[in-house]
């Protein structure tokens, strides 16, 4: 799950700052909890480099309330829900999902005006495909090979 295969269209032609804003958002949820766990940053470092940003160290400070304020200046509803799914999947990444961490994807699902229905959708599509790629892995015998 950490790496970033595809980058839809919408966040092609977002601008230079809501891709900013996309990505220390983010960075914003990654640190929320007070760790940022190896596989959340894999996530961040790949995306990042798809949207060839490059990953600056105030992404990493900026508050949540601060993130929050600036969260209205993404507009594009597809972008906004693409949001909501990567931060969804960092959120499941490292298998514990904090309070911290729902609470501020509910915050900025508000802010972007997205039903809370919607992030249940997107939740279930993203433990959903966790299953899969676990399910896939038992299949076809995959082992971790980092060790070897």
């Known amino acids: 799950m950490s790496e970033h295969k595809t980058i839809n269209n919408h966040l092609q032609i ?16 990654a640190q929320i909890d007070g760790k940022i766990k ?9 995306l990042g480099k798809t949207m060839h940003l490059e990953l600056k160290p105030q992404f ?9 304020s600036k ?19 960092i959120a499941y ?3 514990d999902f904090s309070d911290s961490e729902g609470h501020f994807i509910c915050d900025v ?10 992030i ?12 899969w790629l676990e399910q896939e892995a038992l299949i ?8 070897e």
Request: proline share 5%.
């Open 60 to 68: 990493f400070t900026c508050s949540p309330k601060n993130c929050l």
């Open 14 to 29: 977002a601008s230079p700052e809501e891709k900013e804003i996309f990505l220390s958002t983010l960075c914003t949820l």
């Open 120 to 131: 249940g959708e997107i939740s279930s599509w993203i433990i959903d495909h966790i299953i």
């Open 93 to 95: 990444t490292d298998n």
């Open 71 to 89: 969260i209205g200046c993404i507009k594009d509803r597809r972008l906004s829900l693409e949001l909501i799914k990567d931060m969804l999947t």
């Open 109 to 118: 699902g508000d802010a972007l005006k997205i039903e809370p229905q919607k």
């Open 38 to 46: 190896p596989e959340e940053m894999d996530f961040i470092e790949s």
């Open 140 to 147: 076809f015998e995959e082992t971790d090979r980092k060790g």
